[in-house]
């Protein structure tokens, strides 16, 4: 009788686990595809490889930009020679500057080129020279040499005033006191867009009064400015100022 009844509770047992059982299997077998929680380990992929390669490509540019550097400041006279020659001089020969002035200006950067060719002035020269003439106003001399030709064919009476202060402004520029940025500002009332011009703008021409008289009142400004004494002076050398420069640069380097 003891036996019956442990076989009949040893049943009973079996059966409620299996009952217990069964549905945890049916859970299981009711999940979607692709939902597992349980997920597969992944690698770093290519991100270390990309971040090398980035340094890199970074040092090969920077090795890249420091040759290229060298490489330039190796070859600064004839970068000098060929910007002489290609715009320097053409605009010397396409400006307002008095015909005896104009041919003593290119005969001076015509002799400065030969030297260059020849080898007389190191790559530090070059660079010095280049940037005390890009520096000086030979170019709008003769421009405002053009203004002056107007005011003394006016019968103003404010010639005397007018003439008075562009002298004060040539002094500036013989005692380095004003500079192409100056006169840059200086023209600016005579100036017009002009494309194909290497300067990219040109003369108003012909002039009028408001626009002169807008010109000697900025002229005044930079001559005030330099502390130039308030009156005329004689006229001053171009030609000698271009020399001075040319062997400053040689000598003393640039700004």
Request: glycine residues 8%; contains cysteine.
């Amino acid at each position: 009788m003891t036996d019956q009844l442990d076989s009949q509770s040893a049943e009973t047992d079996t059966t409620r686990a299996g009952t217990q059982a069964a549905p945890v299997e049916g859970a299981a077998s009711n999940l979607v595809p692709g939902t597992e929680t349980v997920r597969d380990e992944q690698g770093p992929g290519w991100l270390p490889a990309l971040m090398a390669g980035g340094v890199l490509l970074g040092i090969f540019g920077f090795i890249f930009c420091g040759v290229s550097t060298w490489v330039l400041f190796q070859k600064r006279t004839q970068l000098a020679i060929r910007t002489l020659k290609g715009a320097y001089v053409t605009e010397l020969e396409q400006s307002y500057l008095e015909p005896e002035t104009k041919q003593a200006v290119v005969a001076e950067v015509q002799k400065l080129i030969a030297d260059m060719e020849d080898g007389k002035y190191e790559n530090w020269q070059s660079a010095a020279i280049m940037q005390r003439l890009q520096r000086l106003p030979v170019v709008q001399w003769g421009e405002l040499q053009a203004v002056q030709l107007f005011i003394e064919k006016t019968n103003s009476q404010e010639k005397a005033e007018q003439l008075k202060q562009l002298s004060r402004l040539e002094r500036a520029v013989e005692n380095g006191l004003a500079t192409s940025f100056d006169f840059k500002d200086v023209l600016e009332p005579v100036h017009q867009p002009d494309p194909g011009n290497a300067s990219g703008f040109s003369l108003i021409q012909p002039f009028s009064s408001k626009e002169v008289v807008e010109v000697c009142s900025l002229a005044k400004l930079v001559a005030d400015r330099a502390e130039i004494p308030d009156q005329e002076f004689p006229d001053v050398d171009l030609v000698g100022i271009v020399r001075s420069e040319i062997d400053e640069g040689a000598t003393a380097g640039g700004f």
